[in-house]
Structure formats: C-alpha cells, structure tokens
C-alpha cells in the first residue's frame, strides 16, 4: 500500500512570494504522483502529474513539482504566489498497475496574504 | 463538455434517518469511483466500479453504506442509517481506462 505525508497543514505566505508546499510518499512499488487544488466549495482538480521522463512537472499557472525518488518526495513550488492560488492543496499518489486508486495527504491549505 | 454531476451539494439530516447520493459521470468514462473526505483530511477511497462492477469496495462500510452503479452510468452512494460521524464531503469522480480522474464538486452531508 502506499500514502503520503503533507507536514505542513496550513501555510500563510504574502502575495509575489514564493512558496513550497510539501509532500513525501511511502510505496514498496514504483508510482505515479499527483498535485490536487480544490478551491473553496469546489471539487478537485488536477494541478500537475509525474508519470515518468522528467522529474521536473510544470503545470499552465505557473507550479511545478519534483519528482525526487531518493527523497520519496514530490514537492510543489511556485516562485510568486497570487491571491487566487489561495486554496487546499492536496499530494496523492497510485501506484503503476492502472487500477488508478489514489491516496491523498491530508492536504496543505495555502493563504496568500494581500 | 460536461463534468461530473453529483447532488444534492448540500443535505442536513437526523441522525439514523437514510440519506442517498447521486452521482452522473462524464460520458464515456468507465471507471466511477466514491471518496469520503473528512474535514481536515484528504478523500478516502469508498468504493471504484469499473462499468457496473464494483472491483473495490474493500473501504465501505456495509453494515450502512451501500452502492450501485446500474448500466454502468449513473451511481448512487446511500447511508442508512446515517450517524453523526457520517457528516463529511462525498466525492464522486470518473476516469477514462487508466486515465486522469475528474472530480465532481461533492455532497456535503450534516447529520444533526
């Protein structure tokens, strides 16, 4: 089985700062890694993935997460945050035998500050 | 292009009163799967059908939660009865064969 530990429950950081969000996995098989938002009332959407190639994943606003295999993490980034990116951020991963079945953190919510 | 439809987005009930959910998938997505996300915790894993077939149910609780995705489209989550550890956020999500998961925006349940 696998899961994924988020440390951080709760990060404030001011507006055009960056910020980490991070996230570490435990699996006895290789796996797939995910990057879930969910703003509020909203359901989750799919932020960025790691399949396989390159460790770095970027997605369309700007985040990008690292696949590091050594570390077992997959932290995500941003090198300047906007009002809008205030959110919970949840790490999920599954593992390679396309069952899909996914298992989150207990998710990091981010509060950008004006 | 539709998204996944779940409803009601809101229900406040008694407790040991019944309570269903309903969920409608994007078209052509195969695979229909049922999370619960507690508040403060990311979403567990209640149940995943492959067409009409449940292949994982092994984390829903049977003796009041039960399934059905009749045809293979359409699925309905039911508790019954409903206790107060049941207030949570329901999830329903689709996929594609191995594909990406689209979640729907959640059934929040209060049980009073």
């Known amino acids: 089985a696998q899961s994924v530990t988020q440390l951080d429950s709760q990060v404030p950081v001011f507006e055009e700062a960056p910020v980490e969000l991070r996230c570490n996995y435990s699996s006895s098989v290789s796996v797939y890694l995910f990057w879930y938002v969910q703003y509020p009332n909203q359901g989750l959407q799919l932020l960025l993935k790691y399949l396989s190639g390159s460790t770095l994943v970027e997605s369309i606003n700007g985040f990008e997460a690292e696949f590091n295999k050594s570390q077992t993490s997959f932290h995500l980034r941003k090198p300047s945050v906007h009002i809008s990116d205030t959110a919970e951020y949840f790490c999920a991963v599954s593992d390679k035998t396309g069952a899909n079945n996914l298992f989150f953190g207990t998710g990091t919510r981010l509060t950008v500050i004006p | 292009e539709a998204g996944v439809v779940q409803s009601p987005r809101y229900k406040i009930i008694e407790k040991k009163q019944p309570v269903a959910f309903w969920c409608n998938p994007i078209?052509?997505?195969?695979?229909l799967y049922w999370y619960l996300q507690n508040l403060g915790q990311g979403p567990e894993l209640l149940i995943r059908?492959?067409?009409?077939?449940?292949?994982?149910d092994s984390q829903l609780p049977k003796d009041r939660f039960s399934a059905e995705r009749l045809k293979g489209v359409d699925s309905t989550l039911k508790i019954q009865p409903a206790e107060l550890g049941d207030s949570a956020v329901y999830l329903c999500a689709s996929s594609p064969p191995a594909g990406e998961l689209f979640f729907g925006e959640g059934s929040r349940l209060t049980v009073l």
């Open positions: 078209s052509g997505h195969n695979t």
């Open positions: 059908y492959e067409n009409e077939e449940a292949v994982d």
